[in-house]
Structure formats: C-alpha cells, structure tokens
C-alpha cells in the first residue's frame, strides 16, 4: 500500500457530489508549494467519506490544508489525442491548517448555503479499483 503526505492551498473550492451508491465525495485541486522558485505541483484529491458535507464549506481558494492518503497515476486521452497523466490522491485523513484571508487580515467566514450533493459525472463501482473517480 502506498501513503502520501501533502500539504499545501487549494487551487479552487471544493466540489460536492454523489456517488451512484449515495455516498458523498469532496473533489479539490491541492497545491504543493514547495519553495518560490520551484514551479507547484497539482494533486487532484478525492474524499469519499459520509463527512465530506461537513467539510467542503471549509476547503476554499487558498486555504491551507494537510492530507493524507493513496496515490494514484492517471493515464488518458485529451480531446486532441495526446496522452495525459495525473497524479490524483484519494484522502484517507484531511487536516485544516489555517483560514484563507480576506485583503485587509481577517479570516474569511465560512458560513455557506446548505449544499447539495449533484449527480455524478461518472459512474463509480469500486474505490479501491475505480479509474473514474469525479475530479
């Protein structure tokens, strides 16, 4: 079994959707700044967890989070029939490490509408074995 650890800010907000089973899954780009002169690296990270609802109105733009979890390479065909490959993480544990900020220093408030879970953009059996998990 492989483990990852990242930590970084999320690139956009977190997506909410449904698997076909029902169960809930929280969709993010992760950013992995390493140091200013090195380019970021994207991890595209999946938490399919009956939790995801609670915490999706907490993984905005720029907020700092940790997770851990597997780490998946993706290999497809884009529409203009190049091979493309990801590297997604599926979170097993995801830890908040700080508030995004608003422009004058004060922490952004997390308070959202109620959300609701959307269809799935893909039908989804297995996650240990799946290769569509919803990005």
């Known amino acids: 079994m492989n483990t990852i650890l990242v930590a970084g800010n999320l690139a956009k907000d977190a997506e909410l959707r449904a698997m076909p089973n029902g169960k809930p899954v929280v969709s993010f780009p992760l950013a992995d700044n390493t140091s200013s ?20 109105p907490y993984l905005l733009k720029g907020s700092s989070v940790t997770v ?8 497809w ?7 493309q490959k990801t590297a997604n993480v599926y979170v097993r544990e995801i ?3 700080g508030s995004k900020m608003t422009a004058d220093g004060t922490p952004v408030s997390y308070k959202k509408p109620p ?16 290769d569509d998990i919803p990005f």
Not at 115 to 130: G, N, R, W
């Open 77 to 83: 065909t884009d529409k203009n029939g190049m091979t």
């Open 37 to 56: 002169s090195v380019p970021a690296i994207f991890w595209n990270c999946a938490y399919i967890s009956e939790k995801a609802p609670n915490i999706t």
């Open 115 to 130: 959300l609701t879970l959307s269809k799935p953009k893909a039908v989804v059996e297995d996650f240990a074995t799946d």
């Open 95 to 97: 830890s908040l490490q």
């Open 68 to 75: 851990v979890g597997n780490i998946v390479f993706k290999e």
